[in-house]
């Protein structure tokens, strides 16, 4: 199993983000203190394409995991603290629902073995587990010293 390059990048630039939190607080409309970075800082930091940037940016922020500010003294900052936000939870912003085999899947039949497929009722505990696992990696790890 590997994760596209899009997603490998979308780790890349949000743990990215996430170094900026404690730096050049403002102050939201909700008055929490939170950083904020351009994309344009963010593919500099990254040295990741400023349309890819781009892309990401709009993936991440539909699935709530960024938040764009437009105008003077805009720009991204994340939409929950660092700690609340997963490696699952970026991986699935950009590729979907985590799905190792395509029965994990609720509905899709399309499967030729599905009938005499003994290992089926077995693919949603290990696919839960690889999920977990991406789980239980908060950004706050990603984003502090390599052990």
Known sequence: ????????????MMTAASRHCGSAQLVGAD?????RISAGQLALETGLPAPTVQKLVSKLSAAGLLRSVRGSGGGL?????????????????????IALTPCVESGRHDCGMELACHVRPHWGVVNSAVRGALAAVPLTQLAGAAA
């Open 31 to 35: 008055g929490k203190k939170r950083a």
């Open 77 to 97: 900052t994340l939409a929950r603290p660092a700690a609340a936000i997963t490696l699952a939870d970026i991986v699935e912003a950009v590729e979907g629902p």
């Open 1 to 12: 199993m590997r994760l596209s390059n899009m997603a490998d990048y979308a780790v890349v």
